[in-house]
């Protein structure tokens, strides 16, 4: 039996005030318009380039709001691997993205283990700069960065036109770092205590105690190096500019100069999968790790 205690609360509306069956079909309509309105507005796009797809270029060009295409062209999308090259392309990005993932789980965790576990002296002071860069448009940095890839300190090393000229320049995102910083401060300052009384050391506190709790927000930060090194384009146009090794956000303009827009319209299709995938198979774990569930309560 539910009490009143036990019943949601709003902030626009009183308990007392929903009850009445007025207010309880307004708000349910409403909740409908909205739900429709977001869907209108989020599943739109994605449904009319899958419609635009599979679509004839004349279709495109002369009904482009149509709700059905004239004649279905499933060919699109395999004349769009070969013709166009998409399937090398979308190599690129994946091993692109690869690289950039493995470079920001590296940085972010051991970054957010120091800050929020060693606590080193200079430790507010790194926290600060780390914050003050989240407040420098990314467009500034364009040409200091490339000219440091261009010629590496201490290394002399010319990174561009490699992606290692993209991968390193991923681990310094500081709002990563950061986000592992605040979930590693969820985990009980208990468990490190007790495991320095058993001996251990920094790298075991890591290895055994930190990460094992940490998948959730990993899981959030390889979502978001994921998505973000898939869809960057302006830094790979700029250091990779050999064709054969550019991504797909970076290769597809280029391609859609001279290129047939159906087919066009199919390599955005197949590159825009990927991402989607890859949140409806990690959403749960990006709900957990934004929230800061630690999974040590209790």
């Given at each position: 039996?539910k009490?009143?205690?036990?019943?949601?609360?709003s902030?626009l509306?009183a308990?007392?005030d929903?009850?009445?069956?007025t207010v309880r079909?307004?708000?349910?309509?409403?909740?409908?318009?909205v739900l429709?309105?977001?869907?209108?507005?989020?599943?739109?796009?994605?449904?009319?380039?899958v419609k635009?797809a599979v679509?004839p270029?004349?279709?495109?060009?002369a009904?482009p709001?149509?709700?059905w295409?004239s004649?279905i062209r499933?060919?699109n999308?395999?004349e769009?691997?070969?013709?166009?090259e998409?399937?090398?392309?979308l190599l690129?990005?994946?091993?692109?993205?690869?690289?950039c993932l493995v470079?920001?789980?590296i940085i972010?965790?051991?970054a957010?283990?120091?800050?929020?576990?060693l606590k080193?002296?200079?430790?507010?002071v790194?926290?600060?700069?780390?914050?003050a860069t989240l407040?420098?448009p990314?467009?500034?940095s364009?040409?200091?960065l490339?000219l440091?890839?261009q010629?590496?300190p201490?290394l002399?090393v010319n990174?561009?036109?490699?992606?290692?000229?993209v991968?390193l320049?991923?681990?310094?995102?500081a709002f990563?770092?950061?986000?592992?910083?605040r979930f590693?401060?969820g985990?009980?300052?208990?468990?490190y205590?007790a495991?320095?009384?058993?001996?251990?050391?920094p790298?075991?506190?890591?290895w055994?105690?930190?990460l094992?709790?940490?998948?959730?927000?990993?899981?959030?930060v390889?979502l978001?190096?994921?998505i973000?090194s898939?869809?960057?384009?302006?830094?790979?146009?700029?250091a990779i500019?050999?064709?054969?090794?550019?991504?797909?956000?970076v290769?597809l303009?280029?391609?859609?100069?001279?290129s047939d827009q159906?087919?066009?319209?199919?390599?955005?299709l197949?590159?825009?999968?990927?991402?989607?995938?890859?949140?409806?198979?990690?959403q749960?774990q990006?709900?957990n790790g934004v929230?800061g569930?630690?999974?040590?309560k209790?």
């Amino acid at each position: 039996m539910k009490t009143a205690a036990s019943e949601p609360v709003s902030r626009l509306v009183a308990p007392q005030d929903r009850r009445r069956p007025t207010v309880r079909v307004g708000l349910r309509t409403t909740e409908v318009i909205v739900l429709v309105l977001l869907l209108a507005f989020c599943a739109g796009p994605i449904l009319w380039m899958v419609k635009a797809a599979v679509s004839p270029s004349s279709d495109i060009v002369a009904h482009p709001l149509s709700l059905w295409p004239s004649q279905i062209r499933f060919g699109n999308v395999s004349e769009a691997l070969t013709s166009l090259e998409i399937g090398r392309y979308l190599l690129n990005s994946v091993y692109l993205a690869a690289g950039c993932l493995v470079v920001q789980l590296i940085i972010s965790t051991s970054a957010g283990f120091a800050l929020s576990v060693l606590k080193p002296r200079y430790g507010k002071v790194v926290y600060a700069m780390l914050l003050a860069t989240l407040l420098v448009p990314a467009t500034v940095s364009l040409v200091p960065l490339y000219l440091t890839a261009q010629h590496m300190p201490g290394l002399g090393v010319n990174l561009i036109d490699s992606y290692w000229a993209v991968w390193l320049p991923a681990g310094a995102n500081a709002f990563n770092v950061l986000l592992v910083k605040r979930f590693f401060d969820g985990i009980p300052a208990e468990l490190y205590e007790a495991a320095r009384v058993d001996g251990a050391g920094p790298l075991t506190l890591l290895w055994r105690i930190v990460l094992p709790l940490s998948r959730p927000v990993l899981a959030v930060v390889s979502l978001f190096t994921l998505i973000a090194s898939w869809k960057e384009f302006i830094w790979p146009l700029i250091a990779i500019t050999d064709p054969q090794k550019q991504p797909i956000a970076v290769a597809l303009p280029t391609i859609a100069k001279n290129s047939d827009q159906g087919l066009v319209i199919a390599g955005l299709l197949l590159a825009s999968i990927p991402p989607l995938l890859l949140f409806v198979v990690f959403q749960r774990q990006v709900v957990n790790g934004v929230a800061g569930d630690t999974g040590s309560k209790g």
